[in-house]
């Protein structure tokens, strides 16, 4: 089976500290993934990474940047967090797109 | 750009009882559909998903939708729920020409004994 898995399943962070949170796929995927889960909101689309060095902006990039220095690993930065980005953030790996994604078990963010 | 409704957030059901949770997406192209779902504390699962053929899917545990395209709904049933059916449901289309997944707010299914 395709494992996804994230670092980090709770995280507790004060404001204004620079937050990484690592993603790392073990099945050579090309596609890669960044969403936030919010109650009643679903999931959000922050950043996708077709490729190496590839990003691409969703539908939510602010505050957030991504990293993609190889393929397995797709790391999320905030910046600076703030306490709206309180969140469980989840990342996903894709081959191609009718297999749908593979996702990790999520990590929540506690901005403080 | 493709979105997706899920008409209910919560789902109330007896054990053994049948349940359905509502899908509707809009979109002006063919696309993928998924139902995935989310057992408390863990990340997304796929459930099933219709891609093209038969309109109706299934999965291994007794779930089933139904891809309806002039209603533009794929609706997730199942005849008879168990305690273990208790987790939170989201439904997702993509667009054939595009990787990227928009998802719905999410159905949460509580099954009482």
């Known amino acids: 089976d395709v494992k996804v898995t994230q670092s980090s399943r709770y995280l507790v962070k004060r404001t204004g500290e620079k937050v990484f949170l690592e993603c790392v796929q073990d099945m050579d995927h090309e596609n890669m993934f960044w969403y936030r889960q919010d109650p009643g909101l679903g999931l959000r689309l922050i950043y996708f990474s077709y490729d190496v060095k590839m990003k691409e902006k969703g539908d939510i990039p602010e505050g957030y940047s991504v990293s993609r220095e190889k393929k397995e690993r797709f790391s999320l930065i905030l910046e600076s967090a703030s306490t709206n980005q309180t969140s469980m953030y989840l990342c996903a790996s894709q081959t191609v797109p009718t297999y749908g994604y593979t996702f990790g078990s999520g990590t929540r963010l506690t901005v403080v | 750009a493709q979105s997706v409704t899920q008409l209910d957030s919560q789902v109330p059901v007896f054990e053994e009882a049948p349940v359905e949770l509502r899908c509707n997406y809009s979109s002006s192209v063919s696309v993928y559909l998924f139902w995935y779902v989310q057992y408390p504390n863990q990340g997304l699962q796929l459930l099933l998903k219709?891609?093209?053929?038969?309109?109706l899917v299934e999965s291994i545990n007794g779930f089933e939708a139904e891809f309806n395209k002039s209603q533009t709904s794929f609706h997730l049933r199942k005849p008879s729920v168990h305690i273990s059916d208790t987790a939170e449901y989201f439904c997702?289309?993509?667009?054939?020409?595009?990787?990227?997944?928009?998802f719905g707010a999410g159905t949460t299914v509580t099954v009482r004994a």
């Open positions: 997702a289309v993509s667009e054939l020409s595009d990787y990227k997944l928009s």
């Open positions: 219709y891609l093209s053929g038969s309109t």
